[in-house]
């Protein structure tokens, strides 16, 4: 059984408000974003690699996204991705350049996407008092086997507990951020 660790916990909660950060950069909110095509992989050369990897991505303008692609026999595959990436975006080819207009987002599918975050900040949520039980049942084993006292044992479950207080309120806000930035 593992001993307490508070820095893992930190850790490891960090990690679920890194990973949240992450899924709701790729949501869209009627601006372009270059993040927007970070989760596209293109098959290419008999391998799936992500977007960045054969082109580079530029958002010269507040609806518009460039995409470089630098090996003209890339052009195709790349097109086809972004396309069939379920981003409905509809890239113009121009040589080895994609333009991707950002269209203009309808009511529906705003709340859709602000549905989208909601449930992001969720599965978020559920990791961090995933990690929390688990420090919980380690302070509990630790006091078991007679390594620390119940004094101690209560004292770093306070520290758990403000430590996940802490982290979900850091979810909450950059989800409720985002909402926003979704319904704008």
Do not use: C, F
Not at 18 to 43: F, I, N, Q
Not at 101 to 110: A, D, L, V, W
């Amino acid at each position: 059984m593992a001993k307490y660790d508070k820095a893992d916990l930190e850790r490891r909660m960090q990690g679920a408000v890194e990973a949240l950060k992450s899924d709701l950069s790729g949501l869209r909110t009627g601006r372009a974003h270059t993040a927007l095509l970070d989760p596209v992989t293109v098959e290419v050369y008999g391998a799936n690699m992500p977007l960045n990897q054969v082109a580079s991505v530029s958002a010269p303008e507040a609806r518009m996204l460039t995409v470089q692609v630098w090996d003209k026999s890339n052009v195709g595959p790349v097109d086809k991705a972004i396309r069939s990436a379920g981003l409905g975006l509809n890239p113009i080819v121009d040589g080895q350049m994609l333009r991707l207009p950002i269209p203009e987002m309808t009511q529906e599918r705003r709340k859709e996407l602000s549905k989208l975050a909601g449930k992001y900040a969720e599965a978020a949520r559920i990791a961090v008092r995933n990690v929390r039980r688990d420090g919980m049942d380690n302070l509990k084993a630790d006091e078991n086997k007679k390594e620390i006292s119940e004094d101690e044992r209560k004292r770093h479950e306070t520290e758990v507990q403000k430590l996940t207080d802490a982290t979900i309120a850091e979810l909450d806000a950059a989800a409720t951020s985002k909402e926003k930035e979704i319904l704008g």
